[in-house]
């Protein structure tokens, strides 16, 4: 009967061992995380808002940007964490701006601005629990900027242009409330902006 007992417990033990394993095995193998972000006051808009003024190719004229409206940074990133605390990932992002051309006061054209973002990411989360994160991070990134507009004085100027600048993002603090797919609001400064929140999934 006491030898029973022992069989009894030891494959009890045995059995919750092989369920604890599993668990953290499942746990672990969540590896993958991809989110949509939007992010509000990013560097592009804050760039964008620092050159208040444009200057046309035909005629050299200097037109005021005035009545600018900000569409805010929408984001599609993807993280691997290569240990349980620590990630790195890729992000693609999406910005625009535009405004009308002043000259004299009076309105002589329109401007847009379109921002594609690219960059390589790295997150650190100080903690990570099953419903639960708190991590920082950054990233640096090349931003395509393309630029079109459209002048009405005398004759009718459409021009574009196009370049590219180095971008980076800090994340100051980030907080991830969920299990598997859970929402998360991000503070920091760069293209994702001074806040950014949004959803993502974890696999």
């Known amino acids: 009967m006491i030898r029973f007992k022992t069989k009894l417990l030891l494959c009890s033990l045995y059995f919750i061992f092989i369920l604890s394993y599993t668990g953290i095995v499942i746990h672990a193998q969540e590896r993958h995380d991809i989110s949509i972000q939007y992010g509000l006051v990013t560097t592009p808009e804050i760039f964008d808002a620092l050159a208040p003024e444009i200057t046309t190719d035909a005629e050299a004229s200097i037109y005021e940007k005035t009545n600018k409206q900000w569409l805010g940074g929408f984001y599609v990133n993807y993280k691997y964490f290569y240990i349980p605390s620590m990630s790195v990932g890729l992000t693609f992002g999406y910005d625009r701006v535009w405004c009308n051309l002043e000259y004299g006061r009076e309105k002589q054209g329109e401007c847009s601005r379109d921002f594609y973002t690219i960059s390589a990411e790295w997150t650190v989360h100080y903690i990570r629990k099953d ?60 293209y994702k902006g001074i806040i950014c929140g949004g959803i993502s999934t974890q696999f």
Request: aromatic share 24%; glycine share 14%; hydrophobic share 35%.
């Open 131 to 190: 419903y639960f994160q708190m991590y920082s991070g950054g990233g640096l990134a090349a931003t395509f900027v393309y630029e079109d507009y459209s002048v009405y004085d005398g004759n009718q100027e459409i021009s574009s242009k196009s370049k590219v600048y180095p971008n980076f993002n800090f994340t100051f603090t980030g907080l991830r409330f969920g299990p598997q797919c859970a929402f998360f609001l991000e503070t920091g400064f760069g």
